[in-house]
């Protein structure tokens, strides 16, 4: 009882709070007592049996997910447009602040103080506006509606919580959730997650990985049966940079990639940020796929992406759309022509930036910070990230890696697929190509991207070498299960219902003039 009435004054100052990084550093201190509190409901689960110690423990867990993130697109949905706009304004003045911090030595003093000066102006502004608004306190997850949803989905949801001593891992499947305590396993992740860094380290010791792969598989409590289709993964901590998919869940003593037993072989796996998001992500449109495609290459530049330009081809020859290539995929271009797409694939140079850089996107004519993101306005079914490292950057437990991923959700997209660390241009467009293909005969985000890593592995024409896990599993998906409703084509059913018309009258004609005739005769 006293833990829950800290939660609800951090609470209280976390609505007063405006900028993300204030946000994030106060619900970062916050899992603290989260922890201490989960470890709490543990005990008296052990001790009593209740199931609803543990189902305490996850919804607890569930408040330290993604809370800023959460709370920007519950902001933005009801937020007048005047409040909308001085966050704006906020925002850029923020990345202004960022551009001039990254100058080091030869940045300006007097133009970071006057863009904090007008920050806090701003920052007064809004409170004057927030004081006119009910603040509503945030509903709990509906755990009945998330038992019906994984079950509509054919789905298990799994999800981590990273503390300071141990990890817990939720298991919620069957209507029924349920709790290990993990003892930390640091060195073995971080090994693992290490070999991932250079493509050689993996494909100069296979027996390394599958061992080494093998033992996160079994530390990770990871469910051996495979009772349903989809695995959802919330995962916390550095297990967002971990690729589920490839963990071994069977060693053996084989060099061929093809022929190692992985997580990818029992499940297709999804991830997301939070088991909220998952629970009330929004439909798919039911409309014709249009794609905004932005392909810079850099031809004849350090940067050429030549492989990029089989990725433009393969999605050509799959949908229609809007393409910008070379010198028009610049920053201008994909702002003016982003709304209304329904999946937005930019082929382009990412990085994960570092502790001074945020990370950021390269468009043809600028590179652009993650943070310069959040003010687009974006509702397509998907964005597609075939970049280097969009899916890493600054890493804070709960809230996840401050990436160029992020940037996008925060201006509305709810399903990506982007990559976990530096990926090969040749490999890359060889999964693109099934991933379309997939997407074309209309399966599931989730399940495309999983039967593009396994066509990908069956591929003749790609070697073993280029089948090491480096090169398959660095792209993860984080968004929904839902499959998009086929297209109907209404004018083929109105030509056929009027082919159908005109023969019955030809038909009728003929009969009448048949009988008019044997009435002469």
Same mark, same amino acid.
């Not at 993300?20 to 001790?47: A, D, M």
């Not at 004057?128 to 994984?150: G, H, M, R, V």
């Not at 940079?241 to 992985?262: C, D, G, Q, V, W």
């Not at 990230?385 to 899916?391: D, F, I, M, V």
């Given at each position: 009882?006293?833990?829950?009435?800290?939660?609800?004054?951090?609470?209280?100052?976390?609505?007063?709070?405006?900028?993300?990084?204030?946000?994030?550093?106060?619900?970062?201190?916050?899992?603290?007592?989260?922890?201490?509190?989960?470890?709490?409901?543990?005990?008296?689960?052990?001790?009593?049996?209740?199931?609803?110690? &543990?189902?305490?423990?996850?919804?607890?867990?569930?408040?330290?997910?993604?809370?800023?993130?959460?709370?920007?697109?519950?902001?933005?949905?009801?937020?007048?447009?005047?409040?909308?706009?001085?966050?704006?304004?906020?925002?850029?003045?923020?990345?202004?602040?960022?551009?001039?911090?990254?100058?080091?030595?030869?940045?300006?003093?007097?133009?970071?103080?006057?863009?904090?000066?007008?920050?806090?102006?701003?920052?007064?502004?809004?409170?004057?506006?927030?004081?006119?608004?009910?603040?509503?306190?945030?509903?709990?997850?509906?755990?009945?509606?998330?038992?019906?949803?994984?079950?509509?989905?054919?789905?298990?949801?799994?999800?981590?919580?990273?503390?300071?001593?141990?990890?817990?891992?939720?298991?919620?499947?069957?209507?029924? &959730?349920?709790?290990?305590?993990?003892?930390?396993?640091?060195?073995? =992740?971080?090994?693992?997650?290490?070999?991932?860094?250079?493509?050689?380290?993996?494909?100069?010791?296979?027996?390394?990985?599958?061992?080494?792969?093998?033992?996160?598989?079994?530390?990770?409590?990871?469910?051996?049966?495979?009772?349903?289709?989809?695995?959802?993964?919330?995962?916390?901590?550095?297990?967002?940079?971990?690729?589920?998919?490839?963990? &071994?869940?069977?060693?053996?003593?084989?060099?061929?990639?093809?022929?190692?037993?992985?997580?990818?072989?029992?499940?297709?796996?999804?991830?997301?940020?939070?088991?909220?998001?998952?629970?009330?992500?929004?439909?798919?449109?039911?409309?014709?796929?249009?794609?905004?495609?932005?392909?810079?290459?850099?031809?004849?530049?350090?940067?050429?992406?030549?492989?990029?330009?089989?990725?433009?081809?393969? &999605?050509?020859?799959?949908?229609?759309?809007?393409?910008?290539?070379?010198?028009?995929?610049?920053?201008?271009?994909?702002?003016?022509?982003?709304?209304?797409?329904?999946?937005?694939?930019?082929?382009?140079?990412?990085?994960?930036?570092?502790?001074?850089?945020?990370?950021?996107?390269?468009?043809?004519?600028?590179?652009?910070?993650?943070?310069? =993101?959040?003010?687009?306005?974006?509702?397509?079914?998907?964005?597609?990230?075939?970049?280097?490292?969009?899916?890493?950057?600054?890493?804070?437990?709960?809230?996840?890696?401050?990436?160029?991923?992020?940037?996008?959700?925060?201006?509305?997209?709810?399903?990506?697929?982007?990559?976990?660390?530096?990926?090969?241009?040749?490999?890359?467009?060889?999964?693109?190509?099934?991933?379309?293909?997939?997407?074309?005969?209309?399966?599931?985000?989730?399940?495309?991207?999983?039967?593009?890593?396994?066509?990908?592995?069956?591929?003749?024409?790609?070697?073993?070498?280029?089948?090491?896990?480096?090169?398959?599993?660095?792209?993860?998906?984080?968004?929904?299960?839902?499959?998009?409703?086929?297209?109907?084509?209404?004018? =083929?059913?109105?030509?056929?219902? =009027?082919?159908?018309?005109?023969?019955?009258?030809?038909?009728?004609?003929?009969?009448?003039?048949?009988?008019?005739?044997?009435?002469?005769?």
């Amino acid at each position: 009882k006293s833990y829950e009435l800290s939660f609800k004054i951090e609470e209280m100052i976390q609505s007063l709070l405006v900028y993300e990084n204030s946000k994030i550093i106060t619900q970062v201190r916050n899992r603290n007592r989260t922890e201490k509190c989960i470890e709490i409901y543990l005990s008296l689960f052990e001790r009593e049996r209740k199931m609803n110690y &543990i189902e305490s423990a996850f919804l607890l867990s569930e408040q330290t997910k993604s809370v800023v993130l959460k709370k920007h697109l519950k902001n933005i949905e009801t937020i007048s447009r005047e409040e909308k706009l001085i966050l704006q304004q906020l925002q850029n003045w923020n990345t202004a602040i960022l551009k001039e911090q990254q100058k080091l030595e030869a940045a300006n003093i007097s133009k970071i103080n006057e863009a904090v000066k007008k920050q806090n102006e701003l920052m007064l502004l809004l409170k004057t506006k927030q004081n006119k608004t009910d603040q509503k306190k945030s509903a709990e997850l509906d755990l009945a509606k998330l038992y019906d949803k994984l079950k509509k989905d054919n789905a298990v949801l799994l999800e981590y919580f990273f503390g300071s001593h141990c990890i817990y891992n939720f298991i919620l499947e069957n209507k029924k &959730i349920t709790l290990h305590k993990i003892e930390t396993a640091d060195k073995e =992740l971080l090994s693992f997650i290490g070999l991932f860094k250079d493509p050689s380290a993996i494909a100069n010791n296979p027996k390394k990985y599958n061992a080494l792969g093998n033992k996160v598989y079994q530390k990770l409590q990871i469910p051996e049966v495979e009772k349903h289709k989809n695995l959802i993964l919330v995962p916390d901590g550095i297990l967002s940079f971990l690729p589920f998919e490839a963990l &071994i869940s069977e060693t053996s003593n084989t060099t061929n990639f093809t022929k190692m037993h992985y997580l990818l072989d029992k499940f297709d796996v999804s991830y997301n940020n939070s088991a909220e998001l998952y629970l009330n992500t929004n439909p798919l449109s039911n409309g014709k796929k249009n794609i905004l495609g932005l392909f810079p290459i850099f031809e004849k530049t350090n940067y050429e992406l030549p492989f990029s330009k089989n990725e433009l081809q393969s &999605i050509k020859h799959n949908f229609d759309g809007q393409f910008f290539e070379n010198k028009n995929a610049d920053f201008s271009n994909f702002k003016n022509s982003a709304i209304g797409k329904s999946i937005i694939h930019l082929s382009t140079h990412a990085s994960s930036g570092d502790l001074e850089t945020p990370a950021s996107i390269k468009f043809y004519d600028q590179e652009v910070l993650f943070s310069e =993101l959040y003010n687009l306005q974006l509702n397509p079914d998907l964005v597609v990230l075939s970049a280097c490292e969009t899916g890493i950057g600054k890493l804070y437990k709960g809230e996840g890696a401050l990436s160029v991923a992020r940037g996008f959700q925060f201006a509305g997209a709810q399903n990506l697929l982007f990559s976990l660390w530096n990926v090969n241009d040749y490999t890359t467009s060889v999964f693109m190509d099934y991933f379309y293909k997939e997407v074309k005969h209309n399966s599931s985000f989730a399940q495309a991207t999983a039967n593009a890593k396994r066509e990908f592995l069956k591929d003749e024409n790609v070697p073993n070498a280029k089948k090491s896990p480096y090169y398959w599993s660095a792209f993860v998906y984080y968004g929904t299960l839902e499959k998009p409703e086929k297209q109907t084509n209404y004018m =083929l059913y109105i030509i056929s219902f =009027l082919a159908i018309i005109g023969l019955f009258l030809v038909f009728n004609h003929y009969r009448n003039g048949k009988s008019s005739r044997n009435s002469q005769n």
